[in-house]
């Protein structure tokens, strides 16, 4: 072979020193392994592995090993890959993980352990997991989280421990989680909570502890978490909430849902002054006083599901709900002449009383009228039309792609989730779907619908998912929806609107979302969301709208999100959001802006968090156009524009993110206000030179151009940053394709280094971005 090689000097020294280096680096990959040298990471799925391959690359930063069979995670099962940033290890059936198991894994931030058969979470299992932020166990057989088992863990966002088999909380369970967000725990067996159980969870603000066995609200554990905005325990056995129980200073969502609720104290929230949101629905709830004191905050509250009698004593609640503009959800079970009616429409002057004997025949005729629902059939019995699959278990059915020309029927009236998409029914007659009042998701998506026809839903009264997407609708009557009281989210994007079909939402008034997008809608005349009152989401992307009448979302006060990119608007429609004062996302990209007038957004600037600017040809803004935006505003792009300057940006002191790539930014002392701004943020501000011709394509943070404006000052020499390692290994995008930096990440910390790798940037790191 040597003899060969010598024969071979006709070749380029180099290329065949390429070729050896190019097999040295494929021999790096484990053969039973996918390895991605460029992207550095490494995949070894459904390969029946019994334990983690030792010749994976140092330098990998992404590893799957799912569809394993690893058994058992020894200590310093990873410490040939001290640089992983994304672990995978799902299906693998781990049964244990040894203390020190992760120790080396200083940069890891996200590991995934979900559909194991783990059942002990130990002291130390997470130990070296400094820079962690999501860790999820679901689908183990956990019983056991035993004190410390998280104490490493600063920097976690996210744990998600669900579909497990804890009973129980201990004190002080989740010690060491400084940075938690979302706790989820739900799908266990929990019925028990120590009074400590979440003590030192200063920064978690939401906590799901649905479908567990709670049996009562766990007062004295919840008033350990005073940052706590969402609390669901819905699906749980609770039969009663007393007085003052509930007791979160910042609670804002409370989810109490399918619970077996028989009472329910007025003064049960007493001491949750923030409560906006209470879900009540699916209980035993008859009847409900008007909860005290009378909140300003509580805008909804949902009976939906409960046997509301409305009668006389059901009036206090409904006068206070319309004194306290509080929307109720759900409608009345009796007496029959108000049966079906919905909370929100009866008039109290309606809610009367009889005598006592005719109040008890009018219940007992109630009872015969709403007999209790036949327990599910076994799956081979179950009701499903020809043609199509239907789940006892889940209470699914679908008919999907099966060519059924109409609308098929006979379902089971227990089916919650319909899908009969991608078939060929051009039109929806009215009464289409008798006998599923359960439906909560419908699909219809591809069917080629041209025609809905008043009543066409009738009787879906539990629905709450309506897709109606990339069929033929180029109109929809006032009535199209009629009958569907809780009606949430309804998808029309790519039909064939040409007018925005006003009128055809006054009979939904849950409308939460409303999803127009790609469509060919040209103006947005006034009154169109006339009966949407409580829109908070309003999708418009792509469509041919010109012209916004100043009192188009007048109706609409609460709306939080409007989508308006890729249309043709030449202005921003800043009169229109006169009455949007919660309005927090704004969506302009794509549309022909080509200049931006003082205080364009003063109407939403309490309330508006992101800004999007970008692509709409932007040449100029007025120093004011920013004026009554503050501190609010989180994010503002404005990147693939014609600016040579931008408004002042000081007043935004709390953005997080900001875009000003692809402008011609002329680097020169107007902009200086632009340069001193970059240079005073902790932030990366994408900013590049188009001008003068010299500084093209460099970043207006990094020129001196400015140091000669009059009033500046000249910029003090910096001295190069110079990581020290391991710091040097942070950002590995660095090791690919630089083999002296290679060298330098390989350099093993010292013996006593701290394992958190992953160091917060200082003020001047971020600067020098």
């Given amino acids: 072979m040597k003899g060969k090689m010598c024969s071979l000097g006709v070749w380029p020294i180099a290329l065949l020193l390429l070729l050896c280096i190019c097999e040295a680096k494929a021999a790096k990959c484990t053969r039973f392994c996918i390895c991605d040298s460029i992207q550095?990471?490494?995949?070894?799925?459904?390969?029946?592995?019994?334990?983690?391959?030792?010749?994976?690359?140092?330098?990998?930063?992404?590893?799957?090993?799912?569809?394993?069979?690893?058994?058992?995670?020894?200590?310093?099962?990873?410490?040939?890959?001290?640089?992983?940033?994304?672990?995978?290890?799902?299906?693998?059936?781990?049964?244990?993980?040894?203390?020190?198991?992760?120790?080396?894994?200083?940069?890891?931030?996200?590991?995934?352990?979900?559909?194991?058969?783990?059942?002990?979470?130990?002291?130390?299992?997470?130990?070296?997991?400094?820079?962690?932020?999501?860790?999820?166990?679901?689908?183990?057989?956990?019983?056991?989280?035993?004190?410390?088992?998280?104490?490493?863990?600063?920097?976690?966002?996210?744990?998600?421990?669900?579909?497990?088999?804890?009973?129980?909380?201990p004190n002080m369970a989740f010690q060491g989680l400084q940075n938690i967000k979302w706790l989820r725990l739900s799908h266990n067996a929990l019925n028990y909570l120590d009074i400590e159980a979440f003590a030192g969870l200063f920064t978690l603000t939401r906590l799901s502890l649905d479908n567990n066995g709670v049996q009562f609200f766990p007062t004295e554990t919840m008033t350990r978490l005073p940052e706590v905005t969402r609390l669901d325990l819905s699906y749980n056995p609770m039969t009663y909430l007393g007085e003052e129980v509930v007791s979160m200073a910042k609670l804002t969502h409370l989810f109490l849902d399918h619970n077996s609720l028989q009472d329910f104290s007025n003064s049960a929230v007493l001491l949750s002054p923030r409560l906006t949101h209470l879900d009540l629905s699916h209980n035993q709830l008859r009847v409900l006083q008007p909860l005290v004191p009378e909140s300003p905050k509580l805008t909804r509250l949902n009976l939906a599901?409960?046997?509301?009698?409305?009668?006389?004593?059901?009036?206090?609640?409904?006068?206070?709900?319309?004194?306290?503009?509080?929307?109720?959800g759900g409608a009345c079970r009796g007496p029959p002449h108000l049966s079906e009616e919905n909370l929100d429409a009866v008039q109290p002057a309606d809610l009367r009383c009889q005598s006592q004997e005719a109040m008890l025949k009018a219940e007992l005729e109630e009872m015969n009228r709403f007999p209790a629902p036949p327990t599910t059939p076994p799956p081979d019995q179950i009701q499903c039309p020809a043609n199509c699959v239907c789940e006892a278990e889940n209470h699914h059915s679908s008919c999907e792609n099966k060519g059924h020309t109409k609308v098929p029927r006979g379902f089971s009236p227990n089916t919650r989730l319909l899908d009969l998409r991608d078939n060929h029914f051009h039109y929806?007659?009215?009464?289409?779907?008798?006998?599923?009042?359960?439906?909560?998701?419908?699909?219809?998506?591809?069917?080629?619908?041209?025609?809905?026809?008043?009543?066409?839903?009738?009787?879906?009264?539990?629905?709450?998912?309506?897709?109606?997407?990339?069929?033929?609708?180029?109109?929809?009557?006032?009535?199209?929806?009629?009958?569907?009281?809780?009606?949430?989210?309804?998808?029309?994007?790519?039909?064939?609107?040409?007018?925005?079909?006003?009128?055809?939402?006054?009979?939904?008034?849950?409308?939460?979302?409303?999803?127009?997008?790609?469509?060919?809608?040209?103006k947005l005349d006034s009154g169109i969301l006339m009966g949407a009152e409580k829109l908070r989401g309003l999708f418009l992307t792509s469509n041919a709208i010109t012209y916004i009448n100043p009192r188009a979302f007048d109706p609409a006060p609460d709306l939080d999100t409007l989508?308006?990119?890729?249309?043709?608007?030449?202005?921003?429609?800043?009169?229109?959001?006169?009455?949007?004062?919660?309005?927090?996302?704004?969506?302009?990209?794509?549309?022909?802006?080509?200049?931006?007038?003082?205080?364009?957004?003063?109407?939403?600037?309490?309330?508006?968090?992101?800004?999007?600017?970008?692509n709409v040809g932007l040449e100029k803004m007025s120093k004011d156009a920013f004026t009554g935006l503050g501190s609010g505003l989180r994010?503002?792009?404005?990147?693939?524009?014609?600016?040579?300057?931008?408004?002042?940006?000081?007043?935004?002191?709390?953005?997080?993110?900001?875009?000003?790539?692809e402008n011609p930014l002329l680097c020169d002392c107007p902009l200086l206000p632009l340069r001193r701004w970059i240079e005073s943020v902790n932030l990366k501000v994408r900013a590049?030179?188009?001008?003068?011709?010299?500084?093209?394509?460099?970043?207006?943070?990094?020129?001196?151009?400015?140091?000669?404006?009059?009033?500046?000052?000249?910029?003090?020499?910096?001295?190069?940053?110079?990581?020290?390692?391991?710091?040097?290994?942070?950002?590995?995008?660095?090791?690919?394709?630089?083999?002296?930096?290679?060298?330098?990440?390989?350099?093993?910390?010292?013996?006593?280094?701290?394992?958190?790798?992953?160091?917060?940037?200082?003020?001047?790191?971020?600067?020098?971005?």
Avoid at 307 to 313: G, H, L, M, N, Q
Avoid at 583 to 603: C, D, K, Q, T
Avoid at 635 to 661: H, M, R, W, Y
Wanted: glycine share 6%; charged share 20%.
């Fill in 688 to 769: 590049t030179c188009a001008y003068p011709p010299e500084l093209r394509g460099q970043k207006v943070k990094d020129v001196h151009v400015f140091k000669s404006c009059p009033g500046e000052r000249p910029y003090p020499t910096r001295t190069p940053y110079t990581s020290k390692a391991p710091k040097a290994t942070k950002s590995k995008p660095a090791l690919i394709g630089a083999p002296k930096v290679m060298k330098v990440a390989k350099v093993k910390p010292r013996k006593n280094a701290k394992p958190h790798f992953v160091q917060k940037p200082t003020a001047k790191k971020h600067k020098s971005v």
């Fill in 40 to 169: 550095l990471t490494v995949a070894c799925v459904n390969k029946n592995l019994t334990e983690v391959p030792p010749s994976i690359d140092e330098i990998t930063v992404k590893l799957d090993l799912r569809g394993n069979n690893l058994q058992e995670l020894p200590t310093g099962a990873f410490s040939h890959t001290p640089y992983l940033t994304h672990l995978s290890l799902q299906r693998s059936k781990i049964l244990k993980v040894r203390e020190g198991a992760f120790r080396s894994l200083g940069r890891l931030v996200f590991l995934n352990l979900a559909y194991n058969d783990i059942e002990i979470l130990y002291q130390e299992s997470f130990d070296g997991l400094s820079s962690l932020k999501q860790l999820l166990i679901d689908h183990n057989r956990i019983e056991e989280i035993q004190p410390g088992a998280f104490s490493q863990l600063g920097f976690l966002n996210l744990l998600s421990i669900t579909h497990n088999r804890l009973e129980y909380i």
């Fill in 635 to 661: 994010s503002l792009f404005l990147e693939g524009n014609q600016l040579e300057d931008v408004p002042d940006l000081n007043p935004l002191t709390g953005l997080e993110a900001i875009n000003l790539a």
């Fill in 305 to 328: 599901g409960n046997p509301i009698y409305c009668s006389c004593y059901l009036r206090p609640l409904r006068e206070w709900a319309i004194r306290e503009r509080v929307r109720l």
């Fill in 563 to 614: 989508h308006l990119g890729s249309n043709k608007l030449k202005e921003v429609p800043s009169t229109a959001l006169s009455k949007t004062s919660s309005l927090a996302e704004l969506r302009l990209s794509y549309n022909s802006i080509r200049w931006v007038g003082p205080e364009a957004f003063s109407p939403v600037g309490a309330s508006l968090r992101h800004l999007y600017l970008d």
């Fill in 428 to 522: 929806i007659p009215t009464n289409s779907f008798p006998g599923v009042p359960e439906v909560v998701s419908l699909h219809l998506q591809r069917c080629k619908i041209h025609e809905v026809e008043n009543g066409a839903f009738s009787g879906m009264k539990g629905l709450v998912y309506l897709y109606l997407s990339e069929n033929d609708l180029t109109s929809l009557s006032p009535d199209a929806f009629k009958g569907l009281p809780q009606l949430t989210y309804l998808h029309l994007e790519k039909n064939r609107f040409t007018q925005f079909p006003k009128g055809a939402f006054k009979l939904l008034p849950g409308l939460l979302a409303l999803h127009l997008e790609n469509n060919a809608i040209a």
